[in-house]
C-alpha cells in the first residue's frame, strides 16, 4: 500500500549542505543540472560552520617557497602513506585555486600586512598554510559557499532526514526522507546523488562534534551497497576541553598551538619533548593525542584529567585577535581567562578518516549513480589527517563529485521509483513510532558510546575489540526493539534518535571489525598487542562492504602512482634522517 509522501524529482540530488555538499551543488548546478540540496539541519549550521583553524593551500602568501609538491607529501607523511595518492595529489594541486575561487565569491580572510590571504602554521605542515579568520573560518567558508548556491537557484530542503537512499536496480535513484518538523514524508527522484553527510563521531561519548555527525552517509552508502574504506582509522583530536562536565570534549582549536600555545603536564613539563622533539606542539595529531593520553594515564594529568595549554606568553591583545572563539569559550564556559590563566585540555573523537571509497577524479562510489564528497569518504587522509586539510578536501573534491555527478545525470535514464522500496523506508519508520518495540533510543546512544569510548579508543587491543564486537551483537538485538520514549511525527527527537542510532550502529561494526584486523600501529590506529609499523599493512588498505546481511572486510592494495613515487621517496629518506 502506497505511503502518502511528497515527490521531488532533479537530475543531481545531494545530501548534505556542509561545505563538501554545497560546493558539490554549485558545481552540479554549473553544468545545468537541476540540483536539489537536502539538509538535516538548517542552511547554514552544517557542522563545517564550526571549523574554527583554516584551510590548507599551498599559495606561499607567508612561505614563498610553499608549493604543491610538499603538501602532498606532508599529507602523506601525515597519512603514514596510505593515502589515496592521487586523491593526494588532486587535492595539494587544486586547494589554491579553490580558495582563490571562495575569495573571488566573497569569502573574507585575515591579511598579510602587504594584503595577501594570511596563512598560519598547524600541526605536520612544513610552512605556513593555513588560510583563516580568527578562529572562526568555517562560517566564512559556509556564508561564502551558501550565497552562492542560494544566487545559483539551488533548490534547498532544510530539516529534512534521508533514511535510505532507492535504487533502480544496481543505480541509486533517489532517496526516503522526513521532514522534521513535521514527519512528513518526502521521495526525491534523481539521475544521480551526492553524499556529503559529515563525519559520526556521535558513535564516542567525548567528542567535538555536532549532534548531527551520526554517521548517516556511510551507513545509508553501505546500505546500498558501496564500500568502505579506512575505517579503522578515526582521529582523537588532542585538544578537547575537559571541564566543566556539561562542555567535556568541545574542541580547542589546534590554532592555539599554531599560533605558539605550549602543552605542559602537571608538573610544569614540556612533554612533547619526549614524543616529537623535531615537531613539538605542532606534531601530528595522532602522536599529540597519544603523548596526552599517555601523561595522564601515568600520572602527570591535571585536577580534570588533562593537561596545560598555555598561551599566556603570547601578548593578550593577539590571543584575543587571532583566537577570539577561545578566548570567549574558555572565559564563558569554564570561567578561564585564557590570556592569564593556561587551558586544561584532553584528547576527543573529532573526524573520520574512513568513509566511501571514491574515484579520486569523479566522486564516483562503487555504486552506479552514487557519489560522494567530504568527511563521508575516505581515502584522501589515509591513516590520519593534518588539521586544514578538511576544509581544502571539502571544496576540491565537492567540486570534483558535483561535476562527477551532473556529468552522471546527462546520460542516465530516467529514474523508475519502486513503490515498494518506499513503503519499506516509510514502515520502518512508522514502527520507531507505533510498533511493539520498548527499547528507549537514548539509552542505546548512551550505551553505544560507552562501548566506543572504552574499547575502541585511542589505543586498541584485540581483546579489547573483540569484546566491543560481542557488546555491538548485543546492542544490534535491543535494537530491533526500538521504540520513541513519547509524541507523534511532529518535532519528535526521541523518534529522529531511532534511526540515528541503526546508523551508529552499522558504522561502530564497521570501525572495529577494521580496527580488528589491521594488526598492526599507524596513524590514529594504535594496537597495544601490534605497537610496531608492519610493512605489509603500510601497502593495504581494510575495505568494508556489505554482502547480504553480512559485513564483509577486506584487505586490498592500496593506490599509489609511479609519477609520484619519487617524491615520496625523497620525503622518507628526509624523514629517516
Ligand atoms: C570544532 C571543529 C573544528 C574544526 N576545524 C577545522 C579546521 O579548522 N580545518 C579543517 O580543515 N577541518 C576542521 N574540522 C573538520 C571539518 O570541519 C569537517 O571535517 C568538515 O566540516 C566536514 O564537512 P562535510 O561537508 O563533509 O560535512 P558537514 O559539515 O558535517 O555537513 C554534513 C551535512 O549533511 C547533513 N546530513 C547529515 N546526515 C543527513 C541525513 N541523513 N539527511 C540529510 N542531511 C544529512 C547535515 O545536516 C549537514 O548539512 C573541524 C571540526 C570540528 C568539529
Known amino acids: 500500500m502506497a505511503v502518502e509522501h511528497e515527490l521531488h524529482d532533479y537530475d543531481v540530488l545531494v545530501i548534505g549542505a556542509g561545505g563538501a555538499g554545497l560546493r558539490a551543488a554549485i558545481a552540479a548546478s554549473a553544468q545545468g543540472a537541476r540540483t536539489a540540496l537536502v539538509c538535516k539541519s538548517l542552511l547554514g549550521k552544517a557542522h563545517t560552520v564550526m571549523a574554527e583553524g583554516g ?22 607523511f601525515g597519512g603514514k602513506y596510505l593515502n589515496n595518492w592521487r586523491m593526494a595529489e588532486l587535492h595539494a594541486k587544486e586547494a589554491p585555486d579553490r580558495v582563490r575561487e571562495l575569495e573571488q565569491w566573497g569569502g573574507v580572510f585575515d591579511r598579510t600586512p602587504d594584503r595577501k590571504m ?4 598547524f600541526g605536520g605542515h612544513t610552512y605556513r598554510r593555513l588560510v583563516h579568520i580568527g578562529d572562526r573560518t568555517g562560517l566564512e567558508l559556509i556564508r561564502t559557499l551558501q550565497d552562492k548556491a542560494v544566487h545559483q537557484g539551488i533548490d534547498v530542503f532544510m530539516e529534512c532526514t534521508v533514511t535510505r537512499l532507492l535504487k533502480d536496480g544496481d543505480r541509486v535513484c533517489g532517496a526516503f526522507a522526513y521532514r522534521r518538523a513535521t514527519g512528513e514524508y518526502a521521495v526525491f527522484t534523481a539521475r544521480s546523488v551526492v553524499m556529503a553527510t559529515g563525519g559520526g563521531g556521535k558513535c564516542w561519548r567525548i567528542t567535538s562534534n555536532s549532534w548531527e555527525c551520526t554517521a548517516d552517509g556511510h551507513a545509508l552508502g553501505y546500505e546500498a551497497g558501496a564500500e568502505l574504506v579506512d575505517m579503522e582509522f578515526v582521529q582523537f583530536h588532542p585538544t578537547g576541553m575537559v571541564w566543566p562536565p556539561g562542555v567535556v570534549g568541545l574542541l580547542v582549536t589546534e590554532a592555539v598551538r599554531g599560533e605558539g600555545g605550549i602543552l605542559q603536564n602537571a608538573d610544569g613539563e614540556r612533554f612533547m619533548e619526549r614524543y616529537d622533539p623535531k615537531r613539538m606542539e605542532l606534531s601530528t595529531r595522532d602522536v599529540v593525542s597519544r603523548a596526552i593520553y599517555t601523561e595522564v594515564q601515568e600520572g602527570r594529568g591535571t585536577p580534570h584529567g588533562g593537561v596545560f595549554l598555555d598561551v ?11 583566537l577570539p572563539s577561545m578566548y570567549d569559550q574558555f572565559m564563558e564556559l569554564a570561567g578561564v581567562d585564557i590570556t592569564k590563566e593556561p587551558m586544561e585540555v ?12 571514491v574515484d579520486a577524479d569523479s566522486g564516483a562510489t562503487t555504486v552506479p549513480g552514487l557519489y560522494g564528497a567530504g568527511e563521508c569518504t575516505g581515502g584522501m587522509n589515509g591513516a590520519n589527517r593534518l588539521g586544514g586539510n578538511s576544509l581544502s578536501d571539502l571544496l576540491v573534491f565537492g567540486r570534483r563529485a558535483g561535476e562527477g555527478a551532473a556529468a552522471y545525470a546527462g546520460s542516465a535514464p530516467a529514474p523508475a521509483v519502486d513503490e515498494e522500496q518506499v513503503d519499506g523506508a516509510a514502515e520502518e519508520m512508522t514502527g520507531y513510532l507505533s510498533g511493539p518495540g520498548s527499547e528507549d533510543p537514548y539509552a542505546l546512544h548512551a550505551d553505544l558510546q560507552e562501548v566506543m569510548q572504552m574499547k575502541v579508543g585511542i589505543f586498541r587491543d584485540r581483546d579489547g575489540l573483540a569484546s566491543a564486537l560481542e557488546s555491538l551483537e548485543w ?16 518535532f519528535n527527537p526521541g523518534w529522529h534518535t531511532c534511526r540515528d542510532v541503526r546508523n551508529m550502529l552499522t558504522v561502530s561494526e564497521a570501525v572495529t571489525r577494521a580496527a580488528l584486523m589491521r594488526e598492526e600501529s599507524r596513524g590514529a590506529h594504535s594496537r597495544l598487542d601490534f605497537p610496531q609499523y608492519d610493512d605489509d599493512w603500510g601497502r ?19 593506490v599509489t602512482r609511479d609519477e609520484l613515487m619519487e617524491l615520496v621517496e625523497e620525503r622518507r629518506e628526509a624523514e629517516a634522517r
Open 55 to 76: 584551510v590548507a593551500a599551498a599559495l606561499g602568501n607567508v612561505a614563498p617557497e610553499d608549493r604543491w609538491q610538499v603538501h602532498f607529501q606532508d599529507t602523506l
Open 118 to 121: 594570511s596563512q598560519r602554521a
Open 346 to 357: 584532553g584528547p576527543t573523537c573529532h573526524y573520520f578518516m574512513g568513509g566511501m571509497r
Open 312 to 322: 599566556t606568553h603570547l601578548p593578550a591583545e593577539t590571543v584575543r585577535k587571532k
Open 540 to 558: 593495504h588498505n581494510v575495505v568494508v562492504h556489505r554482502d547480504g546481511a553480512s559485513m564483509v572486510v577486506e584487505r586490498r592494495p592500496a
Open 475 to 490: 546492542l544490534e538485538e535491543r535494537a530491533a526493539h526500538l521504540r520513541a520514549p513519547s509524541g507523534g511525527k511532529a
